[in-house]
């Protein structure tokens, strides 16, 4: 929206003035976008510190407020209120479904899970030992060759089959690298069981035995899921828009998500936090890590601490802490070692003058990992599950993206500090 306000540079002489554009919560931003045709120059904003790349109705964060917005609604709210599926509906639709439409879309999903056949012999591709993350981007991506009406993208009905396809199809495909993992043979999806519950069939079940689902678990891995739906213009999200900026196969596009989610400083930060816990390994040694993290010639960082946006909690990291208690507490796990590890190490950092400072404070990861692990979730897998539950904020996005009217494919600017122009010296003469 734009206002009454301008901003007003005066660069080598000339003034020039640019709109000021104001949302509905969050920083007002300065529209730049003809500041290269009226002056030549461009900005420069790496990791896009100062830079909002689109306008978005999807997800808020106040980062000083350690609030979390999906479609206006907090996210204590809907993890304590809806399941999964219904945040999935609200994220893409804008609305939370009424009792009707919530039965019909859960329908809609479970005609969805099963996958080709065919893709089988995607993962038979694999090494065994592959990490899942690998599999997860080549099985993603794979997925366009088997779609080609998810290519007219200017179709509402084929953008929304997409979307459907994929939140229906990820549980099973995380499940099925999980089985290739440990050769055990893939298990087919169960329309009786609920989304999550589903997941957890295919994940634990075997052909041999019946696989009966624990309500408490089911219910803490549903808003695990919730948790990671969407986070706004973060790497991976920002990814996917950029490759589908270009008119690309949002199958593919998912897939170019999920490689970038998979980098400790962003969704692999859960599995790297649990390896942080073990190699701590005792309350102990809390302080040398401690003293580690703030040491500069050391590249030791803590994993599950900090965040570009939050400098205060992270709302999720909240919710993680209490979804790990419970699972801990319905598997007799009370006192695990590496909760209690992390509880003490939590507390040692937010009373240490150099994270109060940098205002760094665990994120959703801290926790999360714990958390998997006592579901029975190897740490290999951490980030599958997480990117199981970002494709609902991925595809949303996507198709914010392409319906978007200034949409626009995606081309930043440079700084070139490379050589001059020169000419090539013929190669006897170098
Ligand atoms: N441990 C120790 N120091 C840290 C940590 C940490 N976990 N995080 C940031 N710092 C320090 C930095 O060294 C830097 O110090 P300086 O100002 O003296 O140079 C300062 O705090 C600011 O940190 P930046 O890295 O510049 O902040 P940025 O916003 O770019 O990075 C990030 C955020 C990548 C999340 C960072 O905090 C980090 O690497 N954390 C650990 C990995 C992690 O948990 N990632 C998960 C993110 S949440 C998610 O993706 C779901």
Redesign the pocket.
């Known amino acids: 929206m734009s206002t009454n306000r301008t901003a007003n540079f005066a660069v080598d002489g000339k003034h020039v003035e640019f709109p000021v554009m104001s949302g509905t919560h969050g920083n007002d931003v300065i529209d730049i976008r003809t500041l290269g045709a009226k002056t030549g120059l461009f900005t420069y904003d790496p ?1 896009f ?1 100062s830079t909002a790349s689109c306008q978005s109705k999807v997800t808020y964060i106040d980062g000083d407020k350690g609030e979390l917005l999906y479609r206006g609604y907090p996210i204590e709210q809907l993890a304590e209120q809806c399941n999964f599926l219904e945040v999935a509906y609200l994220l893409r639709n804008g609305e939370l479904p009424n009792a009707e439409k919530k039965t019909k879309f859960e329908d809609t999903i479970k005609k969805h899970t099963m996958v080709h056949e065919q893709l089988v012999k995607f993962y038979q591709g694999f090494r065994r030992d592959a990490h899942p993350m690998a599999v997860m981007v080549g099985v993603v991506g794979a997925l366009s060759a088997f779609y080609h009406d998810a290519h007219d993208f200017s179709d509402a009905e084929h953008r929304s089959i997409s979307f459907n396809r994929l939140i229906a199809k990820m549980p099973t495909i995380v499940a099925m690298t999980y089985k290739y993992s440990v050769g055990q043979p893939f298990m087919y999806p169960r329309n009786d069981l609920d989304y999550t519950a589903n997941f957890m069939h295919m994940m634990f079940g075997t052909p041999a035995e019946e696989y009966k689902p624990n309500p408490v678990l089911v219910r803490a891995l549903d808003v695990i899921f919730t948790l ?1 739906a969407d ?1 706004e213009q ?3 999200t920002s990814t996917v828009r950029l490759a589908g900026s270009s008119g690309a196969n949002p199958f593919a596009c998912i897939s170019a998500g999920i490689a970038c ?1 998979w980098g ?7 599995e ?2 649990l390896e942080m816990l073990e190699e701590i390994g005792d309350v102990s040694r809390v302080g040398e890590y401690i003293k580690r ?2 040491d ?1 010639t050391d590249n ?10 939050y400098k205060n909690f ?1 709302p ?1 990291a909240r919710l993680m802490s209490k979804v790990c208690a419970d699972v801990l507490s319905e598997l007799g796990l009370e006192n695990d070692r590496l909760f209690k590890l992390a509880k003490e190490l939590e507390k040692i950092a937010l009373e240490d003058d ?2 109060i400072e ?1 205002k ?1 404070y665990p ?4 926790y999360s990992g714990i958390v998997q692990k006592a579901l029975g979730i190897p740490t290999s897998m951490f980030t599958c599950i ?1 990117a199981l539950a970002r494709t609902v904020g991925w595809m949303t996005q996507w198709e914010e993206m392409i319906t978007d009217p200034e949409y626009k494919i995606g081309r930043p600017r440079q700084l070139y500090t490379g050589a001059a122009r020169r000419d090539v010296i013929q190669i006897a003469k170098r």
């Open positions: 990791g510190l990671h986070h973060n790497a991976s989610l400790p400083a962003h969704g692999g930060a859960n790297a936090c993290a703030k500069k030791f960082k803590l994993m599950g601490f900090g965040h570009r946006v992270d999720r150099y994270f940098k760094l994120n959703v990861d801290f997480f």
